[in-house]
Protein backbone atom coordinates (compact mmCIF):
# COMPACT_ATOMS: atom_id res chain seq x y z
CA UNK A 1 0.00 0.00 0.00
CA UNK A 2 0.99 3.42 -0.65
CA UNK A 3 2.12 5.84 2.12
CA UNK A 4 -0.58 8.53 1.63
CA UNK A 5 0.71 10.22 5.09
CA UNK A 6 3.80 11.76 4.75
CA UNK A 7 3.40 15.24 6.09
CA UNK A 8 1.95 16.49 9.21
CA UNK A 9 -1.39 18.16 9.25
CA UNK A 10 -2.97 16.54 5.97
CA UNK A 11 -5.82 14.75 6.50
CA UNK A 12 -8.41 12.66 4.91
CA UNK A 13 -11.76 13.69 6.95
CA UNK A 14 -12.86 17.02 9.22
CA UNK A 15 -15.33 18.80 9.70
CA UNK A 16 -16.09 21.58 6.55
CA UNK A 17 -16.55 24.37 9.41
CA UNK A 18 -13.25 23.76 10.50
CA UNK A 19 -11.40 22.17 8.08
CA UNK A 20 -12.19 23.90 4.45
CA UNK A 21 -9.60 25.80 2.93
CA UNK A 22 -6.69 25.44 4.96
CA UNK A 23 -3.59 25.01 2.68
CA UNK A 24 -1.20 21.98 3.45
CA UNK A 25 2.42 22.35 3.16
CA UNK A 26 3.76 19.52 0.53
CA UNK A 27 4.91 19.17 -3.26
CA UNK A 28 1.67 20.63 -4.37
CA UNK A 29 1.09 22.76 -1.45
CA UNK A 30 1.66 26.02 -3.47
CA UNK A 31 0.02 25.62 -6.15
CA UNK A 32 -2.23 28.86 -7.33
CA UNK A 33 -5.85 26.87 -6.33
CA UNK A 34 -4.81 26.33 -2.81
CA UNK A 35 -3.66 30.09 -2.41
CA UNK A 36 -6.90 30.90 -3.91
CA UNK A 37 -8.64 28.41 -1.57
CA UNK A 38 -6.82 29.89 1.55
CA UNK A 39 -8.15 33.58 0.74
CA UNK A 40 -11.85 32.33 0.25
CA UNK A 41 -14.38 34.79 1.26
CA UNK A 42 -15.54 33.60 4.95
CA UNK A 43 -16.78 36.71 6.57
CA UNK A 44 -20.50 37.62 5.45
CA UNK A 45 -19.78 41.25 6.40
CA UNK A 46 -16.40 41.14 3.53
CA UNK A 47 -19.16 39.38 1.10
CA UNK A 48 -21.65 42.23 1.73
CA UNK A 49 -18.82 44.56 1.33
CA UNK A 50 -17.28 42.96 -2.16
CA UNK A 51 -20.85 42.84 -3.74
CA UNK A 52 -22.38 46.47 -2.24
CA UNK A 53 -24.75 44.93 -0.39
CA UNK A 54 -26.99 46.62 2.36
CA UNK A 55 -25.04 45.77 5.62
CA UNK A 56 -28.87 45.12 7.10
CA UNK A 57 -28.36 41.24 5.99
CA UNK A 58 -25.58 41.38 8.25
CA UNK A 59 -27.23 40.45 11.63
CA UNK A 60 -28.91 37.40 9.94
CA UNK A 61 -26.05 35.93 7.68
CA UNK A 62 -24.01 36.05 10.77
CA UNK A 63 -26.84 33.96 12.98
CA UNK A 64 -26.84 31.47 9.98
CA UNK A 65 -23.49 31.06 9.47
CA UNK A 66 -22.59 30.23 12.74
CA UNK A 67 -24.26 27.07 12.32
CA UNK A 68 -22.88 26.53 9.02
CA UNK A 69 -19.87 29.18 8.21
CA UNK A 70 -19.63 31.13 4.38
CA UNK A 71 -17.05 29.77 2.40
CA UNK A 72 -17.02 31.18 -1.35
CA UNK A 73 -13.92 31.32 -3.57
CA UNK A 74 -13.67 34.91 -4.81
CA UNK A 75 -13.44 33.71 -8.71
CA UNK A 76 -16.33 32.54 -7.72
CA UNK A 77 -17.53 35.78 -6.24
CA UNK A 78 -16.49 37.92 -9.15
CA UNK A 79 -19.33 36.01 -10.99
CA UNK A 80 -21.99 37.33 -9.50
CA UNK A 81 -23.55 40.68 -10.09
CA UNK A 82 -22.52 43.66 -7.88
CA UNK A 83 -25.58 45.52 -5.78
CA UNK A 84 -28.01 41.91 -6.53
CA UNK A 85 -29.00 40.13 -3.33
CA UNK A 86 -31.15 37.73 -5.41
CA UNK A 87 -28.01 36.95 -7.64
CA UNK A 88 -28.29 32.86 -8.49
CA UNK A 89 -24.88 32.46 -7.43
CA UNK A 90 -24.89 34.84 -4.50
CA UNK A 91 -28.30 32.90 -2.93
CA UNK A 92 -26.17 29.70 -3.30
CA UNK A 93 -23.43 30.75 -0.70
CA UNK A 94 -25.05 33.93 1.22
CA UNK A 95 -26.61 32.51 4.48
CA UNK A 96 -29.98 33.68 5.08
CA UNK A 97 -31.95 34.35 8.62
CA UNK A 98 -34.27 31.72 6.73
CA UNK A 99 -31.88 29.07 7.40
CA UNK A 100 -32.47 29.36 10.99
CA UNK A 101 -36.48 28.27 10.59
CA UNK A 102 -37.40 25.35 11.58
CA UNK A 103 -39.24 23.24 8.99
CA UNK A 104 -41.89 20.56 9.44
CA UNK A 105 -39.73 17.33 7.42
CA UNK A 106 -36.51 18.63 7.57
CA UNK A 107 -34.14 17.13 9.32
CA UNK A 108 -30.06 16.57 9.73
CA UNK A 109 -29.74 13.59 8.25
CA UNK A 110 -32.36 13.80 5.20
CA UNK A 111 -30.71 10.54 3.22
CA UNK A 112 -30.31 8.67 6.94
CA UNK A 113 -26.53 7.75 5.57
CA UNK A 114 -25.45 7.89 9.65
CA UNK A 115 -26.89 4.58 9.25
CA UNK A 116 -25.68 3.07 6.21
CA UNK A 117 -22.12 3.05 6.30
CA UNK A 118 -20.37 -0.16 6.69
CA UNK A 119 -17.15 1.35 7.70
CA UNK A 120 -16.78 4.76 9.27
CA UNK A 121 -16.46 6.60 5.93
CA UNK A 122 -17.28 4.19 3.18
CA UNK A 123 -20.71 4.73 2.01
CA UNK A 124 -22.68 1.00 0.58
CA UNK A 125 -26.09 2.04 -1.17
CA UNK A 126 -26.13 0.88 -4.48
CA UNK A 127 -25.02 -2.32 -6.48
CA UNK A 128 -21.70 -2.39 -7.67
CA UNK A 129 -20.27 0.94 -6.12
CA UNK A 130 -18.96 2.86 -3.07
CA UNK A 131 -18.08 5.67 -2.13
CA UNK A 132 -15.66 7.29 0.31
CA UNK A 133 -16.15 9.77 2.45
CA UNK A 134 -12.46 11.52 1.95
CA UNK A 135 -12.62 14.45 3.82
CA UNK A 136 -15.19 16.96 5.35
CA UNK A 137 -13.42 20.18 3.76
CA UNK A 138 -15.15 22.02 0.70
CA UNK A 139 -14.27 24.91 -1.47
CA UNK A 140 -17.65 26.51 -1.38
CA UNK A 141 -20.11 26.12 1.22
CA UNK A 142 -23.85 25.46 -0.54
CA UNK A 143 -26.30 26.46 1.38
CA UNK A 144 -28.89 23.45 0.52
CA UNK A 145 -26.02 21.06 0.90
CA UNK A 146 -27.34 17.71 2.27
CA UNK A 147 -24.49 16.72 4.37
CA UNK A 148 -24.23 20.36 5.67
CA UNK A 149 -25.09 18.43 9.38
CA UNK A 150 -22.99 15.56 8.01
CA UNK A 151 -20.77 14.32 11.38
CA UNK A 152 -17.20 14.25 9.63
CA UNK A 153 -16.19 15.50 13.28
CA UNK A 154 -16.75 11.78 14.21
CA UNK A 155 -14.68 10.23 11.06
CA UNK A 156 -11.75 8.65 11.90
CA UNK A 157 -8.36 10.23 10.33
CA UNK A 158 -5.16 8.83 8.95
CA UNK A 159 -3.77 5.58 8.50
CA UNK A 160 -6.02 3.02 9.80
CA UNK A 161 -8.63 4.45 8.33
CA UNK A 162 -7.28 4.73 4.33
CA UNK A 163 -6.52 0.92 5.06
CA UNK A 164 -9.52 0.21 5.83
CA UNK A 165 -11.45 1.43 3.58
CA UNK A 166 -9.35 0.23 0.61
CA UNK A 167 -9.50 -3.36 2.61
CA UNK A 168 -12.91 -2.79 2.53
CA UNK A 169 -13.29 -2.30 -1.32
CA UNK A 170 -10.53 -4.87 -1.92
CA UNK A 171 -13.15 -7.76 -0.16
CA UNK A 172 -16.05 -7.25 -2.10
CA UNK A 173 -15.90 -8.48 -5.49
CA UNK A 174 -19.51 -6.81 -6.32
CA UNK A 175 -17.68 -3.51 -6.19
CA UNK A 176 -16.45 -2.17 -9.97
CA UNK A 177 -16.60 1.38 -8.79
CA UNK A 178 -15.28 3.88 -6.44
CA UNK A 179 -16.70 7.06 -5.74
CA UNK A 180 -14.87 9.95 -3.98
CA UNK A 181 -16.86 12.34 -2.37
CA UNK A 182 -16.77 14.25 0.96
CA UNK A 183 -16.71 17.11 1.24
CA UNK A 184 -14.79 17.73 -1.90
CA UNK A 185 -12.21 14.88 -2.48
CA UNK A 186 -10.23 17.59 -4.57
CA UNK A 187 -9.75 19.70 -1.52
CA UNK A 188 -7.05 16.87 -0.67
CA UNK A 189 -3.51 17.58 -1.68
CA UNK A 190 -3.04 15.31 -4.97
CA UNK A 191 -0.25 13.29 -3.20
CA UNK A 192 -2.97 11.70 -0.89
CA UNK A 193 -5.45 11.67 -3.84
CA UNK A 194 -2.29 9.74 -5.88
CA UNK A 195 -1.67 7.25 -3.58
CA UNK A 196 -5.07 6.52 -2.97
CA UNK A 197 -6.25 6.62 -6.65
CA UNK A 198 -2.74 3.77 -6.82
CA UNK A 199 -4.19 1.78 -4.24
CA UNK A 200 -7.01 1.37 -5.53
CA UNK A 201 -6.28 0.53 -9.23
CA UNK A 202 -4.63 -2.59 -7.69
CA UNK A 203 -7.99 -4.10 -6.60
CA UNK A 204 -8.84 -6.16 -10.21
CA UNK A 205 -12.31 -6.10 -9.77
CA UNK A 206 -12.38 -2.12 -9.78
CA UNK A 207 -12.97 -0.77 -12.71
CA UNK A 208 -13.62 2.53 -12.79
CA UNK A 209 -12.95 5.80 -10.46
CA UNK A 210 -15.49 8.53 -10.05
CA UNK A 211 -14.72 12.03 -8.42
CA UNK A 212 -17.60 14.03 -6.99
CA UNK A 213 -16.05 17.64 -7.19
CA UNK A 214 -17.33 21.10 -7.35
CA UNK A 215 -13.62 22.52 -7.43
CA UNK A 216 -13.73 22.85 -11.31
CA UNK A 217 -16.54 25.30 -11.30
CA UNK A 218 -15.92 27.33 -8.03
CA UNK A 219 -11.99 26.76 -8.45
CA UNK A 220 -10.76 26.13 -12.14
CA UNK A 221 -7.27 26.36 -11.58
CA UNK A 222 -7.66 23.61 -9.44
CA UNK A 223 -7.39 21.21 -12.82
CA UNK A 224 -3.96 21.41 -13.36
CA UNK A 225 -1.36 19.17 -14.69
CA UNK A 226 -0.72 17.47 -11.11
CA UNK A 227 -4.18 16.67 -10.77
CA UNK A 228 -4.51 15.11 -14.66
CA UNK A 229 -1.54 13.13 -13.63
CA UNK A 230 -3.33 10.52 -11.08
CA UNK A 231 -6.55 11.14 -12.37
CA UNK A 232 -5.35 9.38 -15.70
CA UNK A 233 -2.70 7.69 -14.68
CA UNK A 234 -3.90 4.74 -13.44
CA UNK A 235 -5.81 1.52 -15.19
CA UNK A 236 -9.18 2.96 -13.88
CA UNK A 237 -11.41 4.74 -16.02
CA UNK A 238 -11.92 8.48 -14.59
CA UNK A 239 -15.24 9.98 -14.35
CA UNK A 240 -15.29 13.19 -12.56
CA UNK A 241 -18.92 14.72 -12.06
CA UNK A 242 -19.03 18.51 -11.16
CA UNK A 243 -21.83 20.05 -9.58
CA UNK A 244 -23.19 23.17 -11.41
CA UNK A 245 -26.66 24.81 -11.27
CA UNK A 246 -26.87 27.77 -13.03
CA UNK A 247 -25.15 28.58 -16.13
CA UNK A 248 -23.27 31.88 -14.66
CA UNK A 249 -21.42 29.16 -13.25
CA UNK A 250 -19.79 27.74 -15.98
CA UNK A 251 -17.23 31.06 -16.67
CA UNK A 252 -14.52 31.11 -19.52
CA UNK A 253 -11.90 29.55 -17.27
CA UNK A 254 -14.85 26.93 -15.78
CA UNK A 255 -15.26 25.58 -19.45
CA UNK A 256 -11.35 25.50 -19.96
CA UNK A 257 -10.88 23.35 -17.02
CA UNK A 258 -13.71 20.94 -18.26
CA UNK A 259 -12.56 20.80 -21.60
CA UNK A 260 -8.87 19.99 -19.96
CA UNK A 261 -9.99 16.94 -17.91
CA UNK A 262 -12.25 15.75 -21.28
CA UNK A 263 -9.48 15.98 -23.49
CA UNK A 264 -7.26 14.41 -20.83
CA UNK A 265 -9.90 11.26 -21.57
CA UNK A 266 -12.33 11.73 -18.25
CA UNK A 267 -15.87 11.12 -18.70
CA UNK A 268 -17.04 15.33 -17.41
CA UNK A 269 -20.74 14.52 -16.33
CA UNK A 270 -22.91 17.34 -13.99
CA UNK A 271 -25.25 16.98 -11.73
CA UNK A 272 -27.74 20.30 -10.35
CA UNK A 273 -30.19 20.91 -7.57
CA UNK A 274 -33.60 22.34 -8.71
CA UNK A 275 -33.57 25.18 -6.48
CA UNK A 276 -35.98 28.08 -5.92
CA UNK A 277 -34.90 31.43 -6.95
CA UNK A 278 -31.78 29.53 -8.10
CA UNK A 279 -32.97 27.56 -11.27
CA UNK A 280 -36.10 26.66 -11.14
CA UNK A 281 -36.73 28.86 -14.81
CA UNK A 282 -37.11 26.08 -18.05
CA UNK A 283 -34.78 28.96 -19.95
CA UNK A 284 -32.19 29.08 -16.83
CA UNK A 285 -32.14 25.29 -17.28
CA UNK A 286 -32.21 25.19 -20.60
CA UNK A 287 -29.03 27.07 -20.90
CA UNK A 288 -27.40 25.34 -18.30
CA UNK A 289 -27.46 22.55 -20.30
CA UNK A 290 -26.19 23.87 -23.65
CA UNK A 291 -23.29 25.93 -21.79
CA UNK A 292 -22.15 22.44 -19.93
CA UNK A 293 -22.60 20.78 -23.91
CA UNK A 294 -20.13 23.50 -25.20
CA UNK A 295 -17.34 23.01 -22.34
CA UNK A 296 -17.74 19.14 -22.66
CA UNK A 297 -19.99 18.09 -20.07
CA UNK A 298 -22.89 16.01 -20.28
CA UNK A 299 -25.76 16.77 -17.84
CA UNK A 300 -26.49 13.80 -15.61
CA UNK A 301 -28.74 14.44 -12.98
CA UNK A 302 -31.50 17.45 -11.58
CA UNK A 303 -31.96 16.26 -8.17
CA UNK A 304 -34.63 17.11 -6.29
CA UNK A 305 -33.89 19.13 -2.93
CA UNK A 306 -33.04 16.89 -0.16
CA UNK A 307 -34.74 18.17 2.70
CA UNK A 308 -32.16 18.71 4.80
CA UNK A 309 -32.85 21.32 7.75
CA UNK A 310 -31.71 24.89 7.28
CA UNK A 311 -32.53 24.16 3.05
CA UNK A 312 -36.60 24.85 3.34
CA UNK A 313 -36.58 28.03 1.50
CA UNK A 314 -35.05 26.10 -1.88
CA UNK A 315 -37.98 23.38 -2.17
CA UNK A 316 -39.51 23.14 -5.40
CA UNK A 317 -42.19 21.44 -5.03
CA UNK A 318 -42.81 17.88 -7.58
CA UNK A 319 -45.24 19.12 -9.41
CA UNK A 320 -43.60 22.22 -10.45
CA UNK A 321 -40.19 19.96 -11.26
CA UNK A 322 -42.14 18.25 -13.12
CA UNK A 323 -43.37 20.53 -15.57
CA UNK A 324 -40.09 22.31 -15.32
CA UNK A 325 -38.35 19.06 -16.31
CA UNK A 326 -41.08 18.42 -19.09
CA UNK A 327 -40.11 21.75 -20.56
CA UNK A 328 -36.87 21.56 -21.11
CA UNK A 329 -36.99 18.03 -22.14
CA UNK A 330 -39.46 19.25 -25.17
CA UNK A 331 -36.76 22.02 -25.88
CA UNK A 332 -33.47 20.21 -25.92
CA UNK A 333 -31.96 16.90 -27.47
CA UNK A 334 -32.62 13.88 -25.06
CA UNK A 335 -28.79 13.61 -24.53
CA UNK A 336 -29.06 17.51 -23.04
CA UNK A 337 -31.82 16.67 -20.54
CA UNK A 338 -30.75 15.75 -17.00
CA UNK A 339 -32.36 13.18 -15.30
CA UNK A 340 -35.02 14.33 -12.27
CA UNK A 341 -34.76 12.05 -9.53
CA UNK A 342 -34.81 11.83 -6.13
CA UNK A 343 -32.66 10.40 -3.52
CA UNK A 344 -34.36 8.08 -0.97
CA UNK A 345 -32.93 5.92 1.91
CA UNK A 346 -32.92 2.22 1.57
CA UNK A 347 -33.59 2.63 -2.12
CA UNK A 348 -31.32 0.56 -4.67
CA UNK A 349 -30.98 3.44 -7.10
CA UNK A 350 -32.04 7.09 -7.47
CA UNK A 351 -36.22 7.41 -7.83
CA UNK A 352 -36.92 9.25 -10.70
CA UNK A 353 -39.58 11.87 -10.39
CA UNK A 354 -42.53 11.08 -12.76
S1 LIG B 1 -22.77 20.57 -2.12
FE1 LIG B 1 -20.70 19.69 -2.30
S2 LIG B 1 -19.33 21.45 -2.45
FE2 LIG B 1 -21.29 22.21 -1.69
S3 LIG B 1 -21.06 22.18 0.56
FE3 LIG B 1 -21.98 20.22 -0.02
S4 LIG B 1 -20.28 18.78 -0.27
FE4 LIG B 1 -19.43 20.88 -0.27
Not at 140 to 154: G, I, N, S
Request: hydrophobic share 45%; glycine share 8%; net charge neutral.
Amino acid sequence: MNDPFPMKGDTLAGSPSRASGHAASGPDGDSSWRRELAEAIRDPAELLRVLDLPMELLPAAERAAAAFPLLAPRGFVARMRRGDVRDPLLRQVLPLGEETLPMAGFSADPLAETACGPRPGVLHKYHGRALLVTTGACAVHCRYCFRRHFAYQDLPRGRQWWKEAVDYMQADSSLHEVLLSGGDPLTLPDTQLAALAQDLSAIPHLERLRVHTRLPVVLPSRVDDHLLAWLTGTRLAPVVVIHANHPSEIAEDVALACRRLRDAGVTVLNQAVLLAGINDDADVLVELSERLFRAGVLPYYLHALDRVAGAGHFLVDDQRARDLHATVAARLPGYLVPRLVREEPGQAGKTPLR
